[in-house]
């Protein structure tokens, strides 16, 4: 099956820095990769996502870059701000009619400090 | 997107004993799943609820243990059977969208179960 690996598992910055989160994935089918958010006690929340056909994504501060070729893609967060931090995971599905389901990365718990 | 309820929010339940937790959506939506979260961990999937059909269990899951239900676009009961200290977890029901040419996938916030 899909294996997706993300990196780091921690990440602290200081408020205004930039924040860069990594996965990579190991089925070249899968042509869909969405980030979600998950704050302490809630559900993930969908930030951002990409399909195969795009390399880069961008949405006010957050933005996605997608490497198909070297199977990885990335989180990028600019000007982060206390409210960023929340854990963070990537995930991976070839969203076709055989399978919807969405491979998850480990998350990445991001902290930024004032 | 749609807006997903899940009841009950939290439990502690013992040993032994089942919950069954309840998903509404406010949309009508073709595909449901049932995920896994262990303290600290990623998500993992457990089924996917197909409406008027048995569910789709991932490796290691089973309908004797995780029995879900499906009875209309809207709803789905996922059951937590015989439960064990190892079952403590947070369940999310999720639910896929069409948005032009991806289907995105939107979470409740999940029941918090432990298991003494």
């Known amino acids: 099956g899909e294996n997706v690996e993300q990196h780091p598992s921690t990440l602290s910055v200081q408020e205004g820095d930039s924040a860069v989160i990594k996965c990579t994935y190991s089925?070249?089918?899968?042509?869909?990769f969405p980030w979600y958010k998950q704050e302490l006690g809630k559900g993930p929340q969908l930030i951002i996502d990409?399909?195969?056909?795009?390399g880069e994504k961008k949405d006010q501060r957050i933005a996605v870059t997608l490497n198909k070729t070297a199977k990885h893609f990335s989180l990028h967060i600019t000007e982060t701000q206390p409210e960023d931090s929340a854990v963070y995971f990537c995930?991976?599905?070839?969203?076709?009619?055989?399978?919807?389901?969405?491979?998850f990365g480990k998350g990445t718990s991001l902290l930024v400090t004032p | 997107s749609a807006v997903i309820s899940q009841k009950p929010s939290r439990d502690i339940c013992q040993r032994g004993t089942s919950l069954t937790i309840q998903c509404q959506v406010d949309?009508?939506?073709?595909?449901m799943f049932w995920y896994r979260q262990q303290p600290g961990q990623s998500l993992t999937l457990i089924a996917t609820?197909?409406?008027?059909?048995?569910?789709?269990?991932e490796s290691g899951f089973v309908i004797d243990k995780f029995p879900i239900s499906r009875p209309n676009l809207t709803f789905s009961t996922l059951t937590v059977s015989n439960m064990s200290p190892e079952d403590s977890s947070i369940y999310l029901c999720?639910?896929?969208?069409?948005?032009?040419?991806?289907?995105?996938?939107?979470f409740g916030a999940g029941t918090r179960l432990s298991v003494l």
């Open positions: 949309s009508q939506v073709t595909m």
């Open positions: 089925d070249s089918a899968s042509n869909y």
């Open positions: 999720s639910v896929a969208q069409s948005q032009g040419t991806k289907n995105i996938q939107y």
């Open positions: 995930a991976v599905t070839t969203n076709s009619n055989s399978g919807y389901a969405l491979n």
């Open positions: 990409i399909r195969s056909n795009v």
């Open positions: 609820a197909n409406q008027g059909s048995e569910a789709t269990y």
